[in-house]
């Protein structure tokens, strides 16, 4: 069994990015909810995690995005500090022991102490959007009305309804891509979009936009959403946080 410690002298903490999935009935549960079970479960994994100091000492956490009720995720992610760990392996599976079904660790990887946290280098977030088996397709060609909606105009222009007032917003600069593909012969709507505290897009507001473009009446309830992963910016280029860091043998 590896374990690596940290040598106080030189760092106050070893860094750790964890990633997981979200589903099932799990989809249900918030994002302050869910930081709780987190909390429990670092516990009972017998993770070793840093706590703050202070008169209320709280363990050192923190999510990317976190994600909105009812939507599901393979890419969820949450940086912890830790005094020690156990391989990569070892820390998956202690930590799959302890959860839940619905949530799932996939990648548990060792930053550098200088790197980022995640929830500051959020840049994008690329989605899959389908309609409910209970719901009617509409008897439309997406496909064709993609090119029209969407590649060929220079911009797109909406208004986005913020808590205070409305907002004008450019879907071409905010939206990184756009496809349709075909899974059941029931259509698949794939959404790359800016996410982050300066310009964050849902994607359920572009689909929206394109429903309204075709005159389709669009139901919130009939479409659910799936989170395939989260990027940061590096180098002008998008990358998974969970490619950052490195494995723990």
Do not use: W
Not at 110 to 124: C, E, I, P, R
Request: overall charge negative.
């Amino acid at each position: 069994m590896a374990v690596v410690s940290v040598n106080t002298k030189e760092v106050s903490a070893l860094k750790i990015r964890i990633k997981f999935g979200k589903y099932g009935v799990m989809k249900f549960i918030g994002h302050l909810d869910i930081m709780r079970y987190f909390q429990k479960c670092m516990r009972r994994a017998d993770i070793d995690i840093a706590y703050s100091e202070g008169f209320s000492p709280h363990q050192i956490m923190s999510f990317a995005a976190p994600l909105g009720v009812g939507i599901t995720s393979d890419g969820e992610y949450v940086d912890i500090e830790v005094h020690s760990t156990k391989s990569s392996k070892e820390s998956i599976d202690a930590l799959n022991a302890v959860m839940v079904e619905g949530v799932e660790i996939t990648s548990y990887r060792k930053l550098g102490d200088n790197d980022k946290k995640a929830m500051s280098l959020v840049a994008a977030a690329d989605y899959e959007l389908y309609i409910k088996d209970n719901y009617e397709v509409p008897d439309v060609d997406f496909e064709v009305a993609l090119q029209e909606f969407f590649y060929k105009p220079s911009e797109i222009l909406i208004t986005k309804q913020t808590k205070k007032s409305e907002k004008v917003m450019d879907l071409k600069q905010l939206v990184y891509d756009f496809k349709i593909y075909r899974k059941e012969n029931r259509p698949v709507f794939y959404l790359k979009v800016s996410t982050g505290s300066t310009d964050n897009l849902k994607p359920e507001l572009v689909l929206a936009s394109f429903y309204e473009y075709l005159r389709l009446e669009f139901d919130p309830l009939s479409i659910q959403i799936h989170r395939i992963d989260v990027y940061g910016r590096i180098d002008e280029k998008l990358v998974s946080l969970g490619q950052m860091g490195e494995i723990i043998e």
